[in-house]
């Protein structure tokens, strides 16, 4: 069974850091790109970027580059979204997803990790 | 980026009745290689991550009931529930995979009347 279990609810101060996790099991974890979407309170979804485990490959929306880092690890099959520097504005749930190719539907999710930012 | 626009917003609609969902995408997403609309469709219910319903505009992902069909092309698709039950109340989003960075429509809140 595909499984992508993500870590707890995180509660930070602005300019802090912050990486959560993505636990990834029940397939070839170095041959599906994995995916990290944002969902503000209410909001719509949206896709922040993509890392294929196989090379580490990583791909980036023009809004979230440079804002965030996605990476992952092979030996641990995780994959990871970081901050180095959190604002109250990055308050949101984060999900997880897997996907075939850079253009593929996000065939299974994460449960999400809400990511609360307030001084 | 390709903007994708759904309409209505939200709909209330009799269990046992049709429900209709439009997503309007601003550039055609019908890749000429394969003749394939690059379009799926999720459902969100309270407090869960989506689920992934239909892709490629009209194939239903494993398990997914049979009264949930997709159709369109190019720009214009539509999500059907032609018999509303009570565990379809949800959000459903469509979804471009045509291009990065994929996007999503801002979501359909369906409800019961």
Redesign the interface.
Known sequence: EVQLVQSGAEVKKPGESLKISCKCSGYNFPSYWV?WVRQMPGK????MGIVYPGDSET?Y???FQGLVTISADRSITTAYLQWNRLKASDTAMY?C?R?YT??????S????TLVTVSS | DIVMTQSPDSLAVSLGERATINCKSSQSVLHSSNNKNYLGWYQQKPGQPPKLLIYWTSTRESGVPDRFSGSGSGTDFTLTISSLQAEDVAVYYCQQYYTTPLTFGGGTKVEIK
């Open positions: 995916a719509d979804l949206e896709w791909r929306s023009p809004s999900y997803a996907l850079p253009m593929s539907p996000f065939d999710w994460g449960q999400g």
